[in-house]
């Protein structure tokens, strides 16, 4: 099995401009083996869910970069990056099992049905 790799370099996010402007991310580099588990811990304020964000495409990237296997996903949209993003809060549907709620992505992606209950059996697991 292939070992992804995400690199994530000299990532900055300013939110407003010219000197108003407030530095939510500043500077933030680390890297990620696809076979690691990883955690970003830190105060509320701190920058960990804009960098997540920014990783994900959901958020504009004020300066860095966002590789993955070497290739930079900088200028990709959310879509294009085809990575997931799972909210601490509110974000998960309600009516639906944990299971359920982990599919989602890979059944919106018409992953076969075996694909998605062993991939999803291997995420629960680790977590």
Do not use: W
Not at 38 to 51: E, I, N, Q, R, V
Not at 89 to 115: D, Q
């Amino acid at each position: 099995m292939r070992v992804h790799t995400l690199s994530v370099r000299n990532l900055t996010k300013v939110f407003g401009e010219g000197h108003s402007g407030q530095k939510a991310v500043d500077n933030v580099s680390f890297e990620i083996r696809g076979d690691e588990f990883f955690s970003m811990l830190g105060p509320s304020g701190c920058g960990k869910t804009t960098t997540l964000r920014m990783i994900a495409g959901l958020e504009t990237i004020s300066s860095g970069q966002v590789l993955f296997d070497g290739q930079d996903f900088t200028a990709y949209s959310a879509f294009e990056r085809d990575i997931g993003m799972v909210f601490q809060s509110y974000a998960l549907f309600p009516h639906m099992t944990v299971f359920e709620n982990t599919a989602y992505g890979l059944r919106i992606r018409k992953t076969p049905e075996a694909e998605i209950r062993k991939r999803v059996g291997e995420t629960l697991e680790m977590l």
